[in-house]
């Protein structure tokens, strides 16, 4: 586990740019990644056949596409768990 935040155990592909993830305290929860992923180091990740290759690591605890792409645990977490990326805030 990284710091407080569950490790990712489980990521599945729902469609292109939208996984399901299994957190090891049991939350799941579906994210729509493709506004997270930017840089060169996604390029690969953003095409479909891309994007479908990704897994968990299990050292880091978070989901990564070959190449080195990844995306940080706690951020995945918080969508999950509030709807909000960390840095949006809900309306009020």
Do not use: Q
């Not at 292109?16 to 729509?32: M, Q």
Request: aromatic share 6%; proline share 5%.
């Amino acid at each position: 586990m990284t710091g407080l935040t569950p490790d990712i155990t489980a990521v599945s592909v729902v469609r292109h740019g939208v996984l399901r993830l299994t957190f090891a305290d049991g939350l799941t929860g579906e994210v729509d990644v493709l506004d997270r992923m930017h840089g060169p180091v996604f390029e690969r990740a953003l095409t479909t056949a891309g994007f479908a290759t990704v897994s968990v690591d299990a050292e880091s605890g978070t989901i990564v596409w070959p190449g080195g792409a990844d995306l940080a645990p706690d951020t995945l977490y918080e969508r999950v768990t509030t709807g909000l990326w960390p840095d949006e805030h809900a309306a009020a």
